[in-house]
């Protein structure tokens, strides 16, 4: 089983819809979460983090965090097609070591 | 733009060579992380510097190495280059000021192919 774990996708919706990835940790030390995106030959650029239970909301994007279930999604509202791009999960622990997951790739359709 | 910057960009290498990346961090940034990311997979963790000493490794042979100098650089050296070494290699750097919740900026990477 990997440290973390998201579905690869392809996930497709259609532009303005909204769009949901999940992610699953195996570490319940872990102590903070991030999503980053990362578009095709480029470097992963920050979107969200967040380190408490509960929802975070940052413009379309809403992370969510359940540490008890080990789960934590990215809510992307309105859909764009520059949305377009792998998310990639990442889990950091108290030494500071980021686990990532694998990306799930998302296409956003005119 | 995140003020962290590679070099090369991009690098083609035989097996068996030896080959050296750099990376630039933040100004301030006084923790550098380097990440191997193969093909179609998330990036992983290869080494952690902080204050100019390793202070984390994931699971990678000693052929990879590393350093990190007071000026904010650093570099990346892998020794006997495998064909499975080819991937982009990214450094990341963040101010650590205590447990693991800091942000970290990546640099754009550097792409490397072994022949």
């Known amino acids: 089983q990997k440290e973390v774990e998201q579905n690869s996708g392809p996930l497709s919706v259609p532009e303005g819809a909204i769009a949901s990835l999940n992610c699953t940790y195996s570490d319940r030390g872990s102590q903070s979460f991030f999503w980053y995106r990362q578009y095709s030959g480029k470097s992963p650029e920050l979107i969200m983090f967040i380190y408490s239970n509960g929802d975070k909301e940052d413009g379309r994007f809403t992370a969510q965090l359940n540490k008890a279930s080990q789960y934590v999604s990215l809510l992307i509202r309105d859909s764009q097609p520059s949305d377009s791009a792998t998310y990639l999960c990442?889990?950091?622990?108290?030494?500071?070591?980021?686990?990532f997951g694998d990306g799930t790739t998302l296409t956003v359709k005119p | 733009e995140t003020g962290v910057t590679q070099s090369p960009t991009h690098l083609i290498k035989t097996r068996g060579q030896q080959v050296t990346l750099r990376c630039s961090s933040q100004s301030g940034h006084n923790t550098v992380s380097w990440y191997q990311q193969a093909l179609g997979q998330g990036p992983q963790f290869i080494f952690q510097y902080y204050r100019e000493e390793e202070n984390g490794r994931g699971n990678f042979p000693p052929r990879f190495s590393g350093l990190q100098f007071p000026n904010y650089s650093s570099e990346l050296n892998v020794n006997a280059l495998e064909l499975d070494d080819s991937a982009l290699y990214l450094c990341?750097?963040?101010?650590?000021?205590?447990?693991?919740?800091?942000?970290?900026?990546f640099g754009p990477g550097t792409r490397l192919t072994v022949l």
């Open positions: 990442a889990v950091n622990t108290n030494a500071g070591k980021s686990t």
């Open positions: 990341a750097s963040r101010h650590q000021a205590g447990g693991g919740s800091d942000t970290q900026y």
